[in-house]
T-cell receptor, first 117, second 112 residues
């Protein structure tokens, strides 16, 4: 089954304790991205990657790191989590569209709800 | 960068009525406008999208219209049903860019 898998789905942690949220897709998608969802703010892009070893900042990258060493994996790293990073996180992936157009259907993971105390 | 505004933030309609959600965007270079539906506790899923070379697109009870001059686009749902209750997000992208900017979402409630 084609899917984007995120882990963990739920996590409660404390300020400053490094954590990693994993994201893996089995669709051979080039494009992967991380979003955070907060009430009243919608989905905001944290980082994205257009291919292996190619990553770039989204709208809210502060406090996050990512890596893309393999095409299928795109982990989100919080080196020193703070309470303002309490949020629902979604990983998403897509194919490149025809004619070099990137805009295409995003497949989202199930989400990871993170609480930082 | 792109800014997408979405209204209303909440919308309550009776079953069978129509619902309209509106979005405006700031970047005139944007040419791809998807709509995602997120049911309670679930992930967002694409329900319809439109590209700037098209003014309107329909898929059964849902339709999207685009006014490039005014830089706004709208989602129309006719004959609403309880299963239409969800949060709807609009988004905009320049297509050749990998960045997709989402609106803040509209919570639609369809009452019996």
């Amino acid at each position: 089954e084609a899917q984007v898998t995120q882990n963990p789905r739920y996590l409660i942690t404390v300020t400053g304790k490094k954590l990693t949220v994993t994201c893996s897709q089995n669709m051979n998608h080039e494009y992967m991205s991380w979003y955070r969802q907060d009430p009243g703010l919608g989905l905001r892009q944290i980082y994205y990657s257009m291919n292996v070893e190619v990553t770039d900042k989204g709208d809210v990258p502060e406090g996050y790191k990512v890596s893309r060493k393999e095409k299928r994996n795109f982990p989100l790293i919080l080196e020193s989590p703070s309470p303002n990073q309490t949020s629902l996180y979604f990983c998403a992936s897509s194919n490149r569209g025809t004619g070099g157009v990137w805009a295409n259907v995003l497949t989202f993971g199930a989400g990871s709800r993170l609480t930082v105390l | 960068g792109e800014n997408v505004e979405q209204h209303p933030s909440t919308l309550s309609v009776q079953e069978g009525d129509s619902a309209v959600i509106k979005c405006t965007y700031s970047d005139s270079a944007s040419n791809y406008f998807p709509w995602y539906k997120q049911e309670l506790g679930k992930r967002p899923q694409l329900i319809i999208d439109i590209r700037s070379n098209v003014g309107e697109k329909k898929d059964q009870r849902i339709a999207v219209t685009l006014n490039k001059t005014a830089k706004h686009f709208s989602l129309h749902i006719t004959e609403t049903q309880p299963e239409d209750s969800a949060v709807y997000f609009c988004a905009a992208s320049t297509g050749t860019a990998s960045k997709l900017t989402f609106g803040t979402g509209t919570r639609l409630q369809v009452t019996l």
